[in-house]
């Protein structure tokens, strides 16, 4: 069965929206805070740990109903079930879309193509716990005997970022194993990486859903090749890993089959972590930890499928999103993370949001007239504040932030956590109070200031505020709560282009960049250059000349 296909922009509520926003442009959050004592928690959605304050949104109860309606009108819950359900909602490669079955409970059941894959995927992980409690526990060695001390993960855009991000994320929870990432097909990166390894205690994993990847496959065979300098054929079975769905090309490049980890092809790159594609993370942290965190994204998976759309955290973000997209006109969004261990997710982000709906056409085949996928950037704070807050304060364009935070710090040092904290709380509220004139000009005649140097002053010291955030405040970053977020963020995607009406699970843009590629590598390497452009050809013949 088909997903809703319904154009948004034909529906009741996305007309009224329309009216709704030109009659409330103006508004200001601040006077909205005065006006509604229970405004916080009335915007406000507790579940588990977390705590999501949507309060600081330029919104009124009239808004959420309308955008609430919008959901109802494009038949979101419909299309959760499909979702859920495994049918081919990818269809323009004709695939189900379940990362969710990766981290469904041992017992349930999802069924795809007469099979539930459930089973599957738990032998899966099986196989993930045995290989990486032996390689931790240091029963598994490489081929002189010693025990393994690191491990390089090869891969690229979903068979890197998540893995990458995760890692990082929970290196707090980390064991002995030092984790390092290969991605780019860069080969000043690689050698940097491998000149601090000893070959004798290293593990490669390649990670490669498709095992085509341009850029892994060089990576692997540069390394494979470094590797064979003080080792032999055979020893690559012990210290090379793959996980991939091609099972014919793994065993071409000489992986034992005991070491080969299975993927599906209902399983998206963007998406992946949750499967052996995060064998990295199992090593790094422990299977436990590892499915700690595919406990807390199924917390959150089940939050999505069963609870009504107006306490539903993706559902509500989403709809803020498009909001702000699509009747604001703005034009990105940033998230902020207030923790180090957080650096990498705006990266993870990136590919997830924008690899999914950066996408024109509808579910119809027909371009779109509205905007679509939202581009996402973002650096942990309070780094973020010193780099580029600036504009968000006092530009000329409409950022929506979201503000994600812990009460308790890891190590325990309050100290450090309550400044921290202190700026994230204080950065949402300056976002949208703002200073106005009248404050400002206090503030300097304070500073015994002539009143000629005030008002020369003036413009430039005033914030005008208005601007949204969404706080994410969570007990603690542990593999759970981590595991929350990201599926958080996943599901958030997925109401999106519900009701952008695209398919968001596909991604024929990279594919071109990867055959475009191709022949400038034949250009480069060949005699001749074929046609191009005059700025192309230039530049082709300087790089050879
Ligand atoms: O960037 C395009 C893409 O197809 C991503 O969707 C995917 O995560 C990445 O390439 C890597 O692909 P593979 O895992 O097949 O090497």
């Not at 929870?173 to 030092?178: P, Q």
């Not at 759309?309 to 999103?321: C, E, F, G, H, Y």
């Amino acid at each position: 069965m088909l997903l809703p296909n319904i154009d948004p922009t034909k529906t009741e509520a996305w007309k009224q929206l329309a009216e709704h926003y030109n009659l409330t442009k103006e508004t200001q959050m601040g006077s909205l805070f005065s006006d509604g004592a229970t405004r916080a928690v009335d915007f406000s959605i507790v579940w588990n740990d977390f705590l999501v304050d949507y309060s600081k949104n330029r919104i009124d109860q009239k808004t959420i109903q309308l955008l609430l309606q919008l959901a109802e009108e494009v038949n979101i819950k419909d299309a959760i079930g499909k979702y859920f359900g495994g049918h081919e909602i990818n269809q323009t490669e004709g695939r189900a879309v379940l990362h969710t079955a990766l981290r469904a409970k041992a017992s349930d059941t999802v069924m795809v193509d007469g099979e539930n894959v459930v089973l599957e995927v738990n032998k899966v992980k099986e196989q993930i716990k045995a290989f990486t409690d032996s390689v931790i526990s240091g029963e598994r060695k490489g081929h002189t005997g010693k025990p393994f001390t690191d491990v390089v993960n090869i891969g690229i855009g979903g068979s890197d970022l998540g893995p990458a991000m995760v890692t990082e994320a929970l290196k707090f929870y980390k064991n002995h194993l030092n984790i390092h990432f290969v991605s780019n097909v860069d080969g000043d990166h690689v050698q940097e990486v491998l000149r601090d390894l000893d070959p004798e205690t290293t593990l490669f994993v390649i990670v490669s859903k498709t095992f085509t990847t341009q850029e892994t496959l060089s990576n692997a065979n540069t390394i494979k090749k470094w590797f064979l300098e003080s080792a032999s054929e055979k020893d690559i079975a012990t210290h090379f890993a793959a996980v991939s769905t091609n099972a014919d090309k793994i065993s071409e490049f000489g992986i034992s089959a005991t070491n080969v980890f299975p993927m599906w092809d209902w399983v998206g790159g963007r998406f992946s972590l949750w499967s052996a594609v995060g064998i990295s993370i199992a090593l790094a942290v422990g299977f436990e930890n590892f499915n700690a965190l595919l406990k807390g994204a199924n917390e959150m998976d089940e939050h999505f499928k069963n609870e009504d759309n107006d306490k539903n955290i993706p559902v509500v973000l989403a709809l803020l999103s498009i909001w702000y997209n699509n009747f604001h006109g703005a034009e990105t969004e940033v998230v902020i993370p207030y923790t180090q261990y957080l650096s990498r997710f705006s990266a993870y982000l990136q590919q997830g949001i924008m690899e999914s709906n950066g996408k024109s056409v509808d579910r119809n085949g027909n371009r779109v007239d509205y905007q679509t996928g939202s581009i996402v950037w973002g650096e942990p704070g309070t780094n973020a504040q010193h780099a580029f807050f600036q504009l968000i304060h006092q530009g000329t364009k409409l950022i929506p932030a979201t503000f994600i935070g812990f009460k308790r710090s890891l190590y325990g040092n309050t100290d450090h956590h309550n400044k921290l904290m202190a700026n994230f709380f204080a950065q949402t509220e300056a976002l949208m109070n703002g200073k106005s004139a009248e404050e400002v000009k206090t503030e300097l005649e304070e500073k015994n200031m002539s009143k000629e140097d005030v008002q020369k002053l003036l413009p430039f010291k005033v914030f005008e505020g208005n601007n949204p955030t969404n706080t994410i405040l969570i007990d603690r970053l542990t593999p759970a709560s981590l595991g929350s977020l990201i599926s958080l963020f996943e599901h958030k995607i997925f109401v999106e282009g519900i009701i952008w009406n695209i398919f968001s699970y596909d991604q024929w843009g990279v594919e071109l960049g990867k055959k475009l590629a191709g022949q400038t590598l034949k250009d480069i390497e060949g005699a001749e250059i074929s046609q191009h452009d005059g700025s192309t050809t230039q530049l082709l013949e300087s790089f050879k000349s």
